[in-house]
């Protein structure tokens, strides 16, 4: 691994880096920490074909910041790889830091995805995700483009009225962008939870010749209009527990009990299933 000291004029950003934006208040806080004690991570560059100039792989961030620090020369790591190696560097980098835009990741992945001609199965496998994530990262480009720019990361509490990725998800089961725009812009007014949202695009799904009655009513008033009584209200609460498990997040440990217990549930849910339908009858 090589490193060395290279003019800081000599450092181009790449244009396809998926990271797009950058915080002005934590940039210049980099800026003012590495004015006092210099850069201790280098970044990471790739020569370009003029053999003058290098083009960042990883470290934007740090190269902006030590520009604003008033640096004439930082320390890099020099790797001669191809530009698509070096964007899927840059994708995992940033795939690993919560503030980069879900709407950056999905366009990161969809260049990558391109570029190399890769299936969701193929692209999951060499990022180390699962293809679910994959998918739904991707389908966040299938919803209008003011939507899919205001979704956000709900790393802790998310703000009221935010769209996160679990409301994003619910919005893409709408095949209609109208309907799509139109309950985004109830998330945000009426502050709906990602399973209220979950439970509104359901009954639209459900009654869509209904639609305009229905988004025209708080979505409070929809919701408790088609409330759950007795023992279906613990079913539904576990039903969205299991809705809201990221298998590709667990250890691997967990998988193989868990999945004993879903066969275990299958049975009981079919033996239920038929005395309740018996009953009915």
Sequence with gaps: MEVRLIPIHQIVEDPDQPRKGYDEEGLHGLAESIRRYGLLNPIT????????????????????????????EIPCIVKPIEHETALTEQLIE???REDLAPIDKARAL????????????????MLGLSERTISIWLGLLELPEEIGEQVISASGRPPAGSIT???ARSLMDLEDPELQTRVAEKIREEELTSDETAALVRTLREAPERAEE????????VLAAMEVRGPAIEVRKFR??????DVSAMHPSHLEPLEEELELLIEIIAEKLQEIRAEIQ
Aim: aromatic share 4%; net charge positive.
């Design 45 to 72: 560059v790739r020569p370009l074909p003029d053999g003058k100039t290098y083009q960042i792989v990883t470290g934007e961030r740090r190269w902006r910041a030590a520009e604003l620090a008033g640096l004439t």
């Design 94 to 96: 940033n795939l690993q």
């Design 110 to 125: 969809k260049q990558l995805k391109d570029s190399r001609k890769l299936t969701n199965r193929e692209l999951a496998q």
């Design 165 to 167: 990725e679990s409301h």
């Design 214 to 221: 229905i988004l025209e009513q708080p979505a409070e008033q």
């Design 240 to 245: 969205r527990y299991l809705e809201g498990l």
